[in-house]
């Protein structure tokens, strides 16, 4: 699912497209166009979630630019003056003609309704959860007129937006008016890593592994982070460090502006909490035996609303196990919190010097944790196993990076991750095993060693 090509700050009137090819969204692109074809029998209802920069609206414009589409992005502006903007361009696009004020989304939304029933196109709501600060009450006018008018009309919907706590609360909350009206959901994810090889491969052909993880870690293949390195020609460990602490950097403010609108109030408390999983506090105890507060609640919705944290168990673990830890799974957020707004106070100052220098001591060690998670998510794509996790015992003993296994083969992979392969030692990867060994009985057991030379 990938993708980076057009501008994020997109009008409603003019998308600017800043790089002309378009990464690997060939699965997303073909479900596109499969909903967009049953839209010219019945209407269909999208709604398209994803993090913010993730390339939701590139994709979603670059699938529709051969059809008829009409777009809108909900800014959090007057009802009416956003009316009077979609009004010219339901002209421009559709080519039809507009008598009288539509000052309400309700009165426009019921037009376009009736306009299609003898017209096919597709519309994309972009920022859909924005309509909370602009009215309310758009989500129930168009339930209404969504329900009474979809089985005449011939409409390609989209409701797009990057806030996920909210659009899935739109969607799937049983208490809002449009539950159960979308007929399909798409969720936008990051660059895989064969993607992220190829945009090196094309922009500096002599990357070498160490860059190659350098501009994972902080990119995590998020569109809009690979094309400002791009951009910048920052494709080298030492130039991306130089270009994300350098004065007037889009970096330093990113994860307040991806976040605070999702935390709201909260905000403190939930950036604190991640401050401390992204410096390698990961469990419940931790993290409230220095906040001193219960973090139950909102550990819970970073999991489950935001999608932000994940819980991670060893392998084979029960589920009501109490032994887990919780791990940030953006890559840029992980970094972002652990050595920008851990230390925001140098930031405040201008003193980024100080941030780099840090970034470059902490650097062996932090890229060697990151270095584990890459390895892990190129085993997931390549869908050789059905589990894939980690393993630790109590008190952190007997710990072991990867542990991949093929239920239907009867293989299990054991794999150790360091950044240097000579560092590596097989007899005790072998030795810290031997407990979880014995729970895989007539298994075949490999063991592995991962290094930087691997990727």
């Keep these: 699912m990938h993708i980076f090509d057009i501008a994020t700050a997109v009008t409603v009137t003019q998308i600017t497209i800043i790089m002309k090819k378009f990464y690997n969204r060939k699965n997303e692109m073909a479900h596109l166009h499969k909903i967009q074809q049953r839209a010219t029998h019945t209407a269909q209802l999208t709604f398209v ?20 589409f009409v777009y809108f ?10 009316c009077s903007e979609f009004v010219m361009e339901v002209q421009q696009k559709l080519n039809v003609p507009i008598f009288g004020d539509f000052k309400t989304f309700r ?15 597709t519309l994309i709501l972009d920022e859909f959860q924005e309509f909370l600060s602009v009215n309310p009450s758009v989500y129930s006018d168009m339930q209404h007129i969504w329900d009474s008018n979809k089985d005449q009309s011939k409409i390609n919907l989209i409701a797009c937006g990057s806030m996920y706590s909210m659009m899935t609360r739109i969607f799937e909350d049983a208490k809002e008016p449009l539950f159960g009206r979308a007929t399909q959901r798409m969720h936008i994810q990051a660059f895989d890593i064969p993607t992220i090889k190829e945009i090196m491969s094309d922009h500096f052909p002599a990357y070498s592994n160490e860059d190659l993880l350098a501009f994972y870690m902080v990119t995590g293949g998020v569109a809009k982070y690979v094309e400002w390195l791009v951009q910048a020609d920052a494709l080298t460990l030492s130039s991306i460090l130089r270009e994300i602490f350098s004065e007037n950097s889009l970096f330093l403010d990113e994860g307040k502006n991806v976040l605070i609108d999702e935390f709201g109030k909260d905000y403190g408390n939930y950036f604190s909490i991640l401050t401390l999983i992204a410096s390698g506090k990961t469990s419940r105890v931790e993290i409230e035996s220095i906040l001193n507060m219960q973090t139950g609640g909102f550990l819970e919705r970073l999991e489950k609303e935001f999608g932000l944290v994940k819980k991670v168990r060893p392998v084979l673990a029960k589920p009501n196990t109490r032994v887990l830890k919780y791990r940030i799974h953006d890559n840029f957020l992980n970094f972002w919190f652990r050595f920008i707004y851990k230390y925001r106070t140098a930031a405040e100052i201008g003193n980024l010097d100080y941030l780099h220098d840090l970034v470059q001591r902490e650097y062996s060690t ?19 196993f059905n589990i894939i996790g980690t393993y630790w015992e109590r008190n952190n003993q007997n710990e072991i990076d990867i542990v991949a296994v093929n239920e239907h083969t009867k293989n299990v992979m054991f794999a150790e991750v360091k950044r240097q392969k000579s560092n590596i030692s097989l007899r005790q990867l072998k030795e810290k095993s031997e407990n979880l060994q014995m729970m895989f009985q007539g298994f075949q057991f490999e063991f592995r060693g991962f290094s930087l030379e691997d990727m």
């Excluded at 979630?49 to 979603?60: A, D, N, P, Q, V």
């Excluded at 992005?73 to 956003?82: D, S, T």
């Excluded at 932090?366 to 050789?384: C, H, T, V």
């Design 107 to 121: 009165a426009l939304f019921g037009f376009i309704m009736e306009l299609s029933k003898t017209l096919h196109f």
């Design 73 to 82: 992005f909900i800014a959090k502006k007057n009802e009416a003056l956003l």
């Design 49 to 68: 979630t994803g993090r913010r920069r993730i390339g939701k609206t590139s994709l979603l414009v670059k699938a529709n630019e051969k059809n008829t």
């Design 366 to 384: 932090y890229s060697g944790y990151i270095l584990e998670k890459y390895f892990i998510d190129k085993l997931k794509e390549q869908m050789q």
